[in-house]
């Protein structure tokens, strides 16, 4: 017998106090004679950082960090780049230009990216090669600091670059300054040459730009010969470039900002119930009494606090996100009032027409087991996470047999993992401060285990782990001591919340300026980070919220789901485009998702294929409850009727399972049908495929065959005989089969009746629609209605 039992698991939020989600999981500094120790054979280059502090590897800043150091570094708006060549200082690019690439038809190009020029670069004459130095950056990774000098002179320029900064600032100490351009200079307060002196210079150029320059300490003297500015003498002082704007009030504004700047930002979090907060405590030297003027990218607009900053008519283009918008203010307080509430489950049960065959289907799977065998941490994290849901549903339907066997063969494989007894056990890097697989650590091996041991991908490897940590942590709490401190240490590996730990820089992936996580760690870039698939970090964010649901602590799972909403938000903005997405260029909406998206462009690829199903399917997997909170139904159908439709029959491999769970979210029938055959995903199990897809929340039917003896192996269509409403199921199970002996003992029948979706005496028992009957009225009547004919 197969219980009814309600799915919906939402989480029991407090609504009473404020949770900081910012305190430490630990601060115990990890064993090394379980992670052994390591220096990271990629050293960090021009770091001279006054207080040691973890590092961070996936930021804005990495690239200055890394080889020459000449790749660019993407602020938002501005795209700087340190020069390799005279004049050797930094170039600046702000062209709100994109090119696009080929056409791939009427309606779409493949890629778009952001046209870097140097627009503006900024030196001083005392340089006469490259050097700079890192000498600070701030804990939650919003900011660098850049200190540009020479050997054997005491000229120095020190910048700080800070995310969404609205100038860009110079703080010169006995230097000279010396401004140029690759265009040519038209004028500088109206002047075509000869010596300038002032604290505010306009700066036009003939390719229709104007550039503000300010100084904030006392005039600064320059000589324009062609397209460069000259300082005649050294200055202590500090410049702010910035270009332009169309609008008279604006450029006011620009001015009456500027003597006050940007150097980092503190973060602030809490979560109260279902409203989460998240602060950007703007740290500034310069003038205190004047407000900070910064830019913001559209989802902070969508909910920043109005009380806490406020808009201007100043605004620019991102590089790959979009219109910015300038606000006033030092603090930014951003509330998401919403924030999910998802359980393990989906929030209502499995439509009952398919419930027997996912029933069937779960016995067949457990039974087949799963190698669990540890060679890589992408694949085997798949491995556990599509094998512990086959648990969670084991115990759902109340097969204790079988969970039983299925989380036995769970926690022997995860035994493995938090004993370190696995070839690629995990080590600990000294130099970077995180937890790499040792796969990747000889020679020529970086991207071994897609890259982890050089920091790619963690939040989606550790996601599906942090994920079977949770379930198994639900289905047999017994087993948390065991594995809490293995599965936490992933956790701070990717996310560590807090700056009082010291064994991992805070938030390593997530990126709160911009609202997701980068994938890429310690490899240079021409196009800054990138990430490619939204629906692992989403399942990193989902499975952080499950395990602190599983293990009780609120601050975990209260992290997890700020995370996770902050997340959806700009998957929804910037990365799922439907036909109202007015961010991205309008040529590359038609691809629906972005592929690879970068800090300066987005290309519709993979880094491991370009057929149409590895793009649009690396934006689905897994497909968790969650996912019908990230992938709305209008986008799915856009996606489908335009892309996806048209190319799932050719779809290689597992792909199609992929693309047909998906496809659920708009006609569950149909792909349910269509799950039964599909070559399965390597992170996919078809009991999982059918529970999911039954669970979707859409009337659509589709065909779906007779009962068969084997539904995984089903190739029929077509609608099961009936005779009415009555003795069977959608699927030709007929509720008689559900009958207890103790119900029938006691003259009672069952059958199926679609009237029981309105209630009644009898109805729902054991499956939804099934309704108790009186085989006999003579002997049972009522309340029970008589049995048909055919009971």
Not at 770 to 776: F, I, S
Request: aromatic content about 10%; hydrophobic content about 35%; proline content about 6%.
């Amino acid at each position: 017998m197969i219980p009814f039992r309600s799915l919906i698991l939402f989480m029991a939020i407090s609504t009473v106090r404020s949770v900081d989600v910012l305190v430490p999981i630990s601060t115990v500094v990890p064993d090394s004679s379980f992670y052994p120790n390591i220096v990271h054979p990629r050293q960090p280059q021009r770091l001279n950082l006054t207080n040691k502090q973890a590092l961070h590897t996936n930021k804005f800043y990495t690239n200055p960090l890394l080889g020459p150091g000449t790749n660019p570094i993407i602020t938002h708006p501005f795209v700087l780049m340190m020069n390799g060549a005279a004049p050797y200082g930094v170039s600046i690019s702000c062209t709100e230009e994109f090119a696009l690439g080929p056409r791939i038809d009427s309606t779409r190009v493949k890629y778009f990216i952001n046209v870097i020029l140097k627009n503006m670069q900024v030196t001083a004459t005392e340089f006469s090669s490259q050097n700079f130095q890192i000498i600070d950056v701030d804990d939650p990774g919003f900011s660098v600091t850049l200190k540009m000098s020479q050997p054997s002179s005491q000229a120095s320029i020190t910048m700080p670059i800070v995310r969404g900064m609205a100038y860009v600032t110079f703080e010169y100490k006995s230097a000279t300054p010396k401004i140029s351009t690759v265009h040519a200079v038209l004028s500088v307060n109206s002047q075509t040459s000869g010596v300038i002196t002032g604290k505010r210079f306009e700066i036009k150029l003939n390719n229709g730009q104007t550039w503000l320059l300010y100084a904030l300490n006392g005039d600064v003297t320059f000589e324009l010969r062609g397209n460069e500015l000259f300082g005649t003498q050294p200055i202590t002082n500090v410049l702010r470039l910035t270009k332009k704007q169309s609008d008279a009030y604006a450029n006011s504004l620009l001015d009456s900002h500027a003597s006050v700047y940007p150097v980092g930002c503190q973060l602030k979090a809490d979560v109260n119930g279902i409203k989460g907060t998240y602060t950007f405590l703007w740290e500034h030297k310069g003038d205190p009494t004047v407000a900070l003027l910064h830019y913001t990218l559209p989802h902070h607009r969508q909910v920043i606090s109005t009380s806490s900053a406020q808009a201007t008519p100043i605004q620019t283009l991102s590089p790959s996100k979009g219109p910015m918008v300038a606000y006033t203010g030092n603090v930014w307080i951003m509330a998401e009032n919403s924030l999910s509430t998802m359980g393990f489950l989906a929030p209502r049960p499995p439509a009952p027409q398919y419930e027997d065959y996912i029933v069937e289907q779960l016995k067949k799977d457990i039974t087949a087991g799963v190698n669990l065998g540890v060679t890589d941490y992408y694949f085997t994290g798949k491995a556990f996470h599509k094998y512990a849901l086959l648990c969670l549903l084991a115990d759902y339907y109340k097969e204790t047999t079988l969970l039983e066997q299925c989380i036995k063969t769970l926690e022997n494989g995860f035994d493995v993992l938090i004993t370190g007894k696995n070839a690629n056990a995990l080590r600990y890097d000294t130099t970077w401060s995180g937890l790499i697989s040792a796969a990747g650590l000889a020679p020529q091996q970086e991207l071994a285990d897609f890259g982890n041991s050089y920091y790619n991908d963690h939040h989606y490897h550790w996601g599906y782990f942090i994920q079977t940590g949770a379930l198994i942590a639900h289905l047999d709490p017994s087993y948390i001591p065991k594995m809490k401190n293995w599965v936490e240490s992933l956790i701070r590996d990717a996310n560590n919340p807090s700056t009082q730990d010291k064994s991992f820089p805070q938030f390593r992936y997530f990126d709160w300026y911009s609202g997701h996580s980068w994938s890429q760690g310690l490899f240079e870039s021409a196009d800054g980070k990138d990430q490619e698939s939204t629906s692992e970090e989403i399942n990193y964010h989902y499975g952080l919220a499950l395990w602190g649901l599983a293990t009780k602590s609120s601050t975990l799972e209260s992290l997890g789901r700020l995370m996770l909403t902050i997340a959806k938000r700009t998957i929804q903005t910037y990365f799922l485009m439907d036909s109202d997405n007015k961010i991205m260029p309008k040529e590359f909406i038609a691809n629906k998702v972005t592929g690879i998206f970068f800090e300066n462009k987005a290309d519709y690829a993979t880094w491991f294929g370009a057929n149409p199903e590895f793009i649009h399917g690396i934006q689905m997997i897994p497909s968790t409850p969650i996912t019908e909170e990230v992938r709305l139904p209008k986008f799915v159908e856009e996606e489908w009727t335009t892309i996806v439709g048209k190319i799932v029959g050719g779809a290689v491999g597992g792909w199609k399972s992929i693309l047909y769970t998906n496809y659920a979210i708009i006609n569950r029938g149909e792909a349910f049908n269509q799950l039964l055959t599909a070559p399965l995903d390597d992170g996919l199990t078809r009991t999982w495929a059918l529970y999911w897809t039954a669970t979707r929340p859409n009337n659509g039917t589709g065909t779906l065959s007779t009962t068969t003896a084997d539904p995984g192996s089903s190739t029929s269509s077509g609608s099961p005989i009936t005779t009415g409403d009555e003795c069977k199921l959608p699927l030709g199970s007929p509720c008689t089969s559900l009958t207890s002996p103790g119900d029938a003992a006691a003259g009672l029948g069952m059958y199926y009746d679609s009237k029981c979706a309105q209630g009644g005496v009898g109805c729902n028992h054991i499956k939804e629609n099934c309704r108790l009957c009186a085989k006999n009225p003579a002997l049972i009547n009522n309340p029970f209605v008589q049995c048909p004919a055919c009971v």
